[in-house]
């Protein structure tokens, strides 16, 4: 609202103007006795200093037991000075430039709050508003649809307002937010029908795990086959499987095995082992890969036919209602252009047997559109099993390169390492080598034990990172 006010001086909210804001509210025999006299600010309960250009909030500490208070069409821009007004239950912010959400901490009764037309980025400071029931912020600058799940934590809250932020284009705009926020009644100043709710909370699984979650980020393009690089790899569980990345993490930071690299033949052996490790790994990346695009290419298949069914619904009750309305139409001029109270009765009785007929066939084509939808709610759900469930056994198990293949061959290249380390102990202990090996390398051949001990705990650090990496993709999976 700045615009309105840019030929205005800016005030600041004074004893004067509060005064002045408390004579006006009060009837007329009693603002002339508040004019002559200053009435107690304690009985003050409401104020409203709307259009006031007011830019600074200040000076409002003594109106203690104020329930009510309008601060609308200003050009306030931070929310302050209203940490005494501990009994606020309704406040108007709207139409001003404010830009962050903050002050509110000590308002702990606010049941109404109005922050329509400003300039806020993000939702946020509000932990403290438990008793919030509704809350107005279209209007603002919110661009992030996933900022919306912070409003979970108040639970009384049944009426939001947020039209008119960018985020309200995205496709699936209401089904997240109602998702998120099971408890709305009024969503952007419409009801929030029980069919929506029902069917979103459908799709909570038996395990307590929601696929409405996976099914919301796929709709904002969370899941979308046009992820590249890292971000795909993530979304398909094969992070770390493509290249040497595996292979070369297996040997970070292991200094036990940089020294045994020095040993005649573990070398040669260094060199044939990661070509054979990282082609297991790229045979189970690639397997990885084509497995998450079978999964997108379900979902994709359900959002398809799921709009295909609420296209079709709605295109009938359109129909249905247009019929209806034509009827309607022809029958209020046929109504008006009647000579007898007969003939009006009539049509009136046609018009409610037509309104109760209207009525019928919209139930009607809920109650199918409805049956449709859990129908397509099970195949889903089918589809989904069936794709997780041979996904993870194959990584477990069935799939000839999955991470036991890994497994196998670094027990492999464990075993010939130590074989070359006991055989390097031998000829030492027996004069036969007259290669000079650095200090470090004589201290880990001073005895079996010694090397026996270096060799398995570099040998047990590489397996470690083999199983969490199956199990980084099995839970991956699961959660998924």
């Not at 003594?62 to 009994?87: A, F, M």
């Not at 001003?96 to 329509?116: A, F, P, R």
């Not at 799939?399 to 061959?409: E, V």
Request: some cysteine.
């Amino acid at each position: 609202m700045s615009q309105f006010f840019s030929n205005v001086e800016p005030n600041i909210i004074d004893d004067e103007m509060v005064q002045t804001a408390i004579e006006e509210k009060c009837p007329e025999d009693l603002g002339d006795i508040a004019r002559e006299k200053s009435i107690n600010s304690k009985v003050v309960t409401e104020l409203q200093l709307s259009f006031k250009s007011i830019l600074q909030i200040d000076n409002l500490w003594p109106l203690e037991n104020l329930t009510k208070l309008q601060l609308d069409n200003n050009v306030i821009e931070k929310i302050e000075g209203l940490q005494s007004l501990v009994h606020l239950v309704w406040l108007d912010l709207s139409f001003n430039n404010i830009e962050v959400i903050e002050g509110l901490d000590t308002l702990v009764k606010l049941q109404d709050l109005s922050l329509y037309s400003n300039r806020v980025s993000k939702i946020e400071h509000m932990d403290t508003l438990q008793e919030l029931q509704i809350f107005s912020i279209g209007k603002n600058n919110l661009t992030i649809l996933e900022d919306v799940v912070y409003l979970r934590r108040l639970k009384s809250l049944r009426t939001l307002n947020l039209s008119g932020n960018p985020f309200c284009s995205e496709e699936h705009y209401m089904l997240f937010v109602v998702a998120h926020l099971p408890s709305l009644v009024y969503l952007d100043f419409k009801l929030v029908r029980d069919s929506t709710v029902r069917f979103l909370h459908s799709l909570i699984g038996k395990s307590g795990s929601s696929i409405l979650q996976s099914l919301c980020f796929v709709a904002l393009g969370a899941g979308s086959l046009q992820k590249s690089g890292s971000q795909k790899h993530t979304t398909a569980f094969v992070e770390y499987l493509n290249g040497s990345l595996l292979f070369d993490s297996l040997y970070a930071e292991d200094r036990e095995a940089a020294k045994l690299a020095c040993l005649p033949g573990v070398g040669d052996l260094l060199q044939s082992y990661p070509s054979w490790f990282v082609s297991v790994s790229g045979s189970l990346y690639n397997y990885g890969l084509e497995e998450y695009e079978k999964r997108e290419a379900e979902v994709s298949k359900f959002y398809k036919r799921l709009h295909e069914i609420l296209a079709v619904n709605q295109q009938e009750s359109k129909r249905i209602i247009s019929d209806f309305e034509s009827r309607n139409q022809r029958r209020l001029d046929e109504l008006y252009q009647a000579g007898s109270g007969d003939i009006a009765d009539s049509k009136r009785a046609q018009g409610k047997e037509d309104i109760r007929q209207l009525w019928d066939a919209l139930m009607t084509l809920e109650v199918l559109v409805s049956n449709d939808l859990e129908e397509l709610l099970q195949d889903f759900k089918r589809s989904i099993d069936v794709i997780a469930s041979t996904f993870t056994e194959n990584i477990q198990g069935i799939y000839p390169f999955h991470s036991i293949q890994c497994r196998h061959l670094e027990n492999e290249h464990h075993e010939k390492v130590m074989k070359i380390a006991i055989a390097t102990l031998e000829k030492l202990d027996e004069d036969e080598f007259e290669e000079n090996f650095p200090d470090d390398i004589r201290r880990l051949l001073v005895d079996k034990n010694t090397i026996v001990s270096a060799i398995n705990t570099s040998h047990s650090i590489r397996l470690r990172k083999i199983d969490k990496r199956e199990s980084d993709m099995l839970c991956n999976t699961y959660q998924w």
